[in-house]
């Protein structure tokens, strides 16, 4: 079990084209951006098992209006400029889960943000409980998700060390 970091510049476009798919599968994303935002990207990270993709992270450059957003929404919103990155597209795949993967895709993901402050949103228990080993802290308030109004986000950050 080993993740691997690159810069989108380096990838391949069949390797570009399988991560992409692989996180519009997930779920969770606007299948018209996401090509935009993987070459964006500060790193992609992905996770192989043999000749098969079965997990995904990144380090994202965010929309340059989307944080101020985000920390808005958790009612932090002056906090927003200390986290430029945005932890993302973590996934693994269902076959693959609760065998420690999803901590190293974002230990691969930390380690390519360079000592950068991170932030990441999730709905996802499995998240809220492995972000805080890996050093984030839930920031403001929860929010409702803008996408499923059934969800309620939580917002982590992750310092610059």
């Known amino acids: 079990m080993h993740a ?14 399988e991560f992409i798919a692989f996180v519009i599968q997930a779920g969770e994303v ?23 993709l079965v997990g995904t992270a990144a380090v994202k450059t965010p929309n340059v209006t989307y944080p101020p957003k985000v920390f ?9 400029p200390a986290y430029p990155f945005e932890l993302g597209w973590v996934h693994v795949h269902h076959a693959y889960e609760r065998q420690g993967r999803g901590h190293a895709l ?18 996802s228990e499995a998240m809220r ?17 803008a996408e499923d109004p059934s969800a309620e986000l939580t917002l982590f950050v992750r310092s610059s060390r």
Do not use: C
């Open 4 to 17: 691997i970091s690159v810069k989108p510049a380096d990838m391949t476009v069949a390797a570009r084209d």
């Open 30 to 52: 606007n299948a018209a951006t996401l090509p935009d935002l993987v070459d964006r990207a500060v790193a992609i990270v992905i996770m192989r098992e043999g000749a098969s």
């Open 72 to 80: 808005r929404k958790a009612k932090v919103e002056g906090q927003a």
């Open 106 to 123: 974002v230990a691969a993901a930390i380690h390519a943000a360079a000592g950068k402050g991170l932030y990441a949103t999730t709905k």
């Open 129 to 145: 409980r492995m972000l805080p080993k890996l050093g984030f802290t839930a920031l403001g308030t929860p929010y409702v998700s």
